[in-house]
């Protein structure tokens, strides 16, 4: 049985679903005018937005019906069209025209042609009912998966747009390593006193990092096709906070193991475990909460996600182990 996922319907060119149904406006009106003619023409279709065009047909702006029914009479229909439209050429496909639903949050898209002429409208529906036609929730994360990734990959169209896009967060990573080693700084006569715990300090935070960023991905395959919820993130906090220990236990005993048997120090080799055990726990629940917050602000996870929780790993874990280390080895 073919499903939405298939490339017949993926590739399907858009002109197909368009309908003609559509109310156009002139620029040179006013909107009372443009209000009494809508009285003498009612619109055949569902009012979404109302498309001006020039004399030739040639797309020159939309009015969203709120903006045209609230508007002084007097005032130029020019003065309240949008004039930077959002329209998908007549080469698109239905993929092309549900990626642009989801990237521009609107109700309804125009179809122009290569001159700007309108050729017709799509609305939402054409989104909607492809995400019907999917028959499980598999199915529903390959297209929300798929839409994903065209769309990532439209926003790193050159490497300067990449930059802009990414520096800022990778900066987190400057940041937080430039703390990392500020704070280390500040133990130097602990890390003097037992220069062992030193030897370690890259597996305690490679250990966090890894964890984190395993979290990270867990997080954003969770999000595909849905908004997350306070109660939903909660409950998944919950579990990954034991999934979370139980990693940075086995972890730390196996480090804290290797530790006893090379230097032959019990308070190291605890030090490791503990230190280990509890970093590896907070980068966990750091690695699975940031990317939902993220999203919770409108702020692509995607992107973001990765520096931020590692970020914040890194600075966590150094600090337990570092003050572990003091309490523990005096």
Same mark, same amino acid.
């Given at each position: 049985?073919?499903?939405?996922?298939?490339?017949?319907d993926?590739?399907?060119?858009?002109?197909?679903?368009m309908?003609?149904?559509?109310?156009?406006?002139?620029?040179?009106?006013?909107?009372?005018?443009?209000?009494e003619?809508l009285r003498?023409?009612?619109?055949?279709?569902? *009012?979404?937005?109302f498309?001006v065009?020039?004399?030739?047909?040639?797309?020159?702006?939309?009015v969203?019906?709120?903006? &045209?029914? &609230?508007?002084?009479?007097?005032?130029?229909?020019?003065?309240i069209?949008?004039?930077?439209? *959002?329209?998908?050429?007549?080469?698109?496909s239905?993929?092309?025209?549900?990626?642009f639903f989801?990237?521009?949050?609107?109700?309804?898209?125009?179809?122009?042609?290569?001159?700007g002429r &309108?050729?017709g409208?799509?609305?939402?529906?054409?989104?909607?009912?492809?995400?019907?036609?999917?028959e499980?929730?598999?199915e529903?994360?390959?297209?929300?998966?798929? *839409?994903?990734v065209r769309?990532?990959?439209?926003?790193?169209?050159?490497?300067?747009?990449?930059?802009?896009?990414?520096?800022?967060?990778?900066g987190?990573?400057l940041v !937080?390593?430039?703390?990392?080693?500020f704070?280390?700084?500040?133990?130097?006569?602990?890390?003097?006193?037992?220069?062992?715990?030193?030897?370690?300090?890259?597996?305690?935070?490679?250990?966090?990092?890894?964890?984190?960023?395993?979290?990270?991905?867990?997080?954003?395959?969770?999000?595909h096709?849905?908004?997350?919820?306070?109660?939903?993130?909660?409950?998944r906090?919950r579990?990954?906070?034991?999934?979370?220990? &139980?990693?940075?236990?086995?972890?730390?005993?196996?480090?804290?193991?290797?530790?006893?048997?090379w230097?032959?120090?019990?308070k190291? !080799?605890?030090?490791?475990?503990?230190? *280990?055990?509890g970093?590896?726990?907070?980068?966990?629940?750091?690695?699975l909460?940031?990317?939902?917050?993220?999203?919770?602000?409108?702020l692509?996870?995607?992107?973001?996600?990765?520096?931020?929780?590692?970020?914040?790993?890194?600075?966590?874990?150094?600090?337990?182990?570092?003050?572990?280390?003091?309490w523990?080895?005096?």
């Amino acid at each position: 049985m073919a499903t939405a996922l298939d490339e017949a319907d993926l590739d399907d060119p858009v002109t197909r679903h368009m309908h003609q149904d559509y109310t156009c406006l002139r620029a040179d009106h006013t909107v009372g005018e443009a209000l009494e003619w809508l009285r003498r023409n009612p619109p055949v279709g569902r *009012i979404i937005y109302f498309y001006v065009l020039d004399p030739d047909g040639m797309l020159q702006g939309v009015v969203p019906t709120r903006r &045209l029914v &609230l508007s002084p009479p007097e005032m130029p229909v020019a003065d309240i069209m949008v004039r930077k439209v *959002i329209a998908l050429p007549a080469r698109a496909s239905v993929l092309e025209a549900c990626e642009f639903f989801i990237l521009h949050r609107l109700l309804a898209l125009p179809v122009v042609d290569d001159r700007g002429r &309108l050729l017709g409208v799509v609305d939402m529906e054409l989104y909607t009912q492809e995400l019907g036609r999917l028959e499980n929730t598999k199915e529903r994360d390959d297209l929300f998966q798929l *839409i994903g990734v065209r769309l990532a990959g439209a926003q790193q169209s050159s490497s300067l747009s990449a930059f802009r896009h990414r520096f800022p967060w990778l900066g987190c990573n400057l940041v !937080a390593g430039l703390l990392a080693a500020f704070l280390a700084g500040l133990f130097a006569d602990d890390l003097n006193r037992v220069v062992e715990l030193a030897f370690f300090i890259p597996v305690v935070l490679n250990l966090a990092e890894s964890v984190s960023s395993q979290s990270v991905i867990l997080a954003l395959q969770l999000m595909h096709g849905q908004r997350p919820t306070w109660q939903g993130m909660a409950e998944r906090l919950r579990r990954e906070l034991g999934t979370g220990f &139980l990693l940075g236990i086995a972890s730390g005993g196996v480090v804290g193991l290797a530790a006893l048997v090379w230097l032959g120090k019990v308070k190291v !080799a605890l030090c490791l475990l503990a230190g *280990i055990g509890g970093g590896v726990t907070a980068a966990a629940v750091l690695g699975l909460a940031l990317p939902l917050w993220l999203r919770m602000l409108r702020l692509d996870p995607r992107v973001a996600a990765g520096p931020v929780a590692l970020a914040a790993a890194d600075v966590v874990t150094i600090l337990l182990y570092l003050n572990l280390a003091r309490w523990l080895l005096p």
